[in-house]
């Protein structure tokens, strides 16, 4: 019997369900397989066999021969996909994770008036988290420190109106809402900024407060949102773009 070679690639983030985000050199990339599609700032591998990632040592391996490369980046930013969506296990971690000590007594100390909204804060992330389609939280992953707080907060506005879900398109480097493209986001890291195109052409919408809206390609309108003062102007366009599929 030969032996099956295996690929590792060190420092990934689990992002969600099958969904790695990992480093690794766009002509490394293509070591992996044949490509037509060279776009975007992202590399994005499909893997269909198991993958084995550990949470301790941050590694993901898998057969390299069950690769499909389906787009090579222009960075060395990496998102990988998997077909064989296992959660990953912390069956290698030291025991002392599984049965931590126990707490110390509580000190008598003023408490900082922060710590009820730091956790509020977290409960709210882990509730948005788990309301979310698997392309959204992908989106999530994505977004910058500086645009975070934007990105959540439209995404969760949106949500509420239409349960759909964003899917990557690494030739433009931006989301697709699916089922139906009415609409489409794009992350801008140096302009700390979110670009959404809508359906239909700048005739077609009412004046939203806050909101530049140009004419786009292909019967789409553009328009950028940097501030949350825009995210009510930024939803009602998205609810006249949702009509104007009809």
């Known amino acids: 019997m030969g032996l099956k070679l295996k690929m590792t690639i060190d420092d990934a983030k689990h992002v969600d369900t099958g969904i790695w985000r990992a480093t ?37 391996t898998f ?9 090579i980046g222009s960075t060395n930013q990496v998102i990988i996909l998997s077909t064989d969506s296992v959660e990953p296990a912390a069956l290698d971690a030291p025991e002392t994770f599984a049965r931590p000590e126990p707490a110390a007594p509580p000190v008598e100390e003023p408490q900082k008036p922060s710590t009820g909204d730091q956790e509020a804060e977290k409960n709210a992330e882990f509730e948005l988290s788990q309301t979310l389609a698997t392309g959204d939280k992908l989106f999530l992953s994505e977004l910058p420190v500086e645009s975070r707080d934007l990105g959540e907060l439209l995404l969760s506005e949106v949500r509420n109106l239409f349960p759909g879900e964003l899917r990557y398109e690494p030739r433009s480097a931006k989301f697709d809402e699916t089922p139906e493209i009415f609409w489409t986001i794009k992350i801008l890291p140096q302009e700390k900024a979110l670009r959404i195109t809508v359906r239909g052409t700048p005739d077609d919408f009412d004046q939203a407060s806050g909101i530049d809206l140009t004419l786009d390609k292909f019967g789409y309108s553009a328009f950028l949102v940097t501030r949350p003062s825009q995210i009510a102007g930024a939803v009602a366009l998205l609810k006249q773009a949702h009509l104007n599929m009809d």
């Open 63 to 71: 057969d390299p021969d069950s690769v499909i490369l389906l787009n």
């Open 24 to 60: 690794l050199e766009p002509d490394e990339a293509a070591t992996l397989g044949k490509c037509e599609s060279r776009s975007g700032p992202f590399s994005v591998l499909l893997i269909e066999s198991a993958v084995d990632f550990n949470q301790i040592s941050q590694a993901i």
